[in-house]
């Protein structure tokens, strides 16, 4: 249940996930790719040379690496880290501060694939960006050679670890970082690992109430998507000895007020292409969040402002074999109710919100330019 | 398939696992419970504080972590470190640094039950350190609740959640250390989680030869156990400013020559307990690692030297439903061949072999004595 907002089809294209993404995104999209094909290619030649089975186990991270992703984490990153050198440095950014950040990028999408392999699992799925999901593959693996064991628990044996070795990978190009930032990185993966436990826990005891869904949205959405990539990347370059601890925690509080509103208003867009979405670019069935009965903004809205006619129909959300006529009919009573044209205005004025507090932010017109192109991105995106 | 060597009786008595270990191991295990426990406390007070169902996930590591273990990596760490840093300071070590180390000892507990917590799903076992383990317990939750979903998929999702975790937390126990203590760390856990694989890649293939076992015993015994932990604790007291890279990695390759030997006679002690053990000590059936057909020294020792009467007894190994008598058998054979005066002949040779290294090392004479305590308890423990 870990949001990649990426398109699942067989035939997609990976590049389709980056279209309509402004070149601010795209340019440390393609660096942070190089990175990652580095690591990979360096440490799949290694351990083959010691057995090949052993880089199996890298092979199959790669491949989940390299079928798709937007890069947003990483580009948030490195926009704040470009605004906050500006900050303390006169000159332009030298090479060697410019291929840490791009590191921590790196370390970023490593860590969202780790929690993408094992999400997988605790959800079953069968495709994830476009491709056969680690668990599932090898446990068919198994089959295919008529090895011993069960293929379930074998191919989820396989994903845990392969996700257990992306973790590592993503922790190690976090390797030079200073104190302050480490202590961001390590905040955001127990919050990361928090948030899918309560996410899991509250949908098996069915615990499907407003505020639980937002708890664990501010957790998997607006920490960990947007407010902590902002102040890792600011915080890179800010150590303590080039910023003094009551500024360095203005600046992570101002980029909080920024990255909060706009987690929100990734998360609304998210509940909305969820409705009505293209499944092509989406990559999963429109109408599941109705089948799943996820408590969204929209429905919970929808609810309060239905007639009795209307609420008839919404009282089948939640239903798990609801027909792609009987979504049509919740969707329309969506609109109706203004639900869908709410949603729309809160977006808006998240937006204006996120916007005003990046306002206030004293970086350059350059990272200024980018960090808003990206609020606006996540906000309008149609994938 | 993470090798514990802890007892697993339902009654046992957790401080039963550090019975007859010198008190160069109990004293530093002392200090890296409080450590353990201060996390544990800590995180869950936090997590309970924002929502009562965060901090169950913190609840579950903490009783996995708190129900047995020997601390042996933590004490390696702990003797190597207190050898190393005689070598660069004159006084006595100071509290902080002190802290430091049994911070490294207890970020190695914490990995260690990851790992044991992943590796139960894949083994799909139902006890651990005498406790129910955590998928099944959580398995079981979901059923007494009456919750939604199934039983073993919710379970099994908890556990990969709750280990993620513990990778967390033992991560962030490593926070301050110096780059090349961080370049061993990131290492061992890539051998952890690829030594793994290839356990469970090679079981599942039928690939039970014993150059396999070899390489898989290397990875998670000889390196995660003894060799790397001696390393890291070494390099903590060591870093760049302090010793240059020729003199450094001449030390860590002396560490290396003492662990090394030791850890193969650690897994050889194993290899004759799965035989011949007392389960109470153990927590695993004897005869299961026959049952499985565990590629073993004795073993292999036996198979080439039976007559063919003999040879048509140890046929049966790899047998999933041998009967008591029939290991009985089995080890009446390996007797009978040498095979077993053969182990203790080897696992002589190795503490000699690595006892011959440590004698090499420059460290002072308290740390000399611990190492060679440990080297002791290690090649002939009897649990």
């Not at 290694?46 to 989940?64: C, T």
């Not at 899991?200 to 615990?207: H, I, S, T, V």
């Not at 089948?316 to 729309?344: F, H, K, Q, W």
Request: proline share 3%; charged share 30%.
């Amino acid at each position: 249940m870990v949001d990649d907002g990426v398109g699942g089809g067989r035939d997609r294209d990976p590049a389709d996930d980056r279209r309509q993404a402004p070149h601010q995104l795209t340019d440390i999209a393609a660096q942070v790719d190089d990175r990652l094909l580095r690591v990979l290619n360096e440490q799949s030649a290694r351990w083959a040379a010691v057995d090949p089975r052993l880089s199996e186990a890298v092979d199959e991270l790669a491949r989940m690496v390299t079928s798709g992703g937007k890069r947003l984490r990483a580009a948030f990153c490195y926009w704040a880290w470009h605004g906050a050198r500006g900050l303390v440095a006169d000159g332009p950014a030298d090479s060697a501060a410019s291929a840490r950040v791009i590191d921590l990028g790196a370390a970023f999408e490593f860590l969202q694939v780790f929690a993408l392999i094992h999400d997988d699992i605790m959800d079953n799925s069968a495709t994830r960006r476009g491709s056969t999901t680690i668990h599932v593959a090898n446990g068919r693996r198994l089959e295919a050679n008529g090895w011993l064991g069960e293929a379930r628990r074998y191919g989820e044996g396989v994903a845990i670890l392969v996700g257990d070795l992306g973790h590592v990978y993503a922790d190690q190009l976090t390797g030079g970082v200073h104190r302050r930032t480490r202590t961001i990185w390590d905040e955001l993966r127990i919050e990361l690992n928090l948030g899918q436990y309560l996410d899991m826990r509250a949908a098996a005891a069915g615990e499907l109430d407003y505020a639980t869904a937002r708890q664990v949205a501010t957790f998997k959405t607006a920490l960990y998507t947007i407010v902590r990539p902002l102040q890792l990347g600011a915080s890179l370059a800010l150590p303590a000895e080039r910023m003094a601890d009551d500024e360095y925690r203005w600046l992570l509080d101002r980029l909080d007020r920024f990255g909060r509103p706009l987690g929100r208003a990734f998360q609304l867009r998210d509940d909305a292409l969820g409705l009505i979405g293209d499944e092509a670019h989406l990559g999963k069935p429109v109408g599941d969040d109705l089948r799943e009965g996820k408590p969204t903004e929209i429905v919970s809205y929808a609810v309060s402002h239905a007639d009795a006619a209307q609420r008839s129909v919404l009282d089948r959300i939640g239903t798990r074999d609801l027909s792609v006529d009987a979504v049509t009919d919740i969707v329309a009573v969506l609109y109706d109710t203004g639900a869908m044209a709410n949603n729309e205005a809160e977006i808006e004025h998240l937006l204006a919100e996120a916007t005003g507090a990046l306002d206030e932010l004293p970086f350059d017109a350059e990272s200024m330019k980018a960090l808003g192109s990206l609020a606006t991105y996540v906000a309008e995106r149609d994938r």
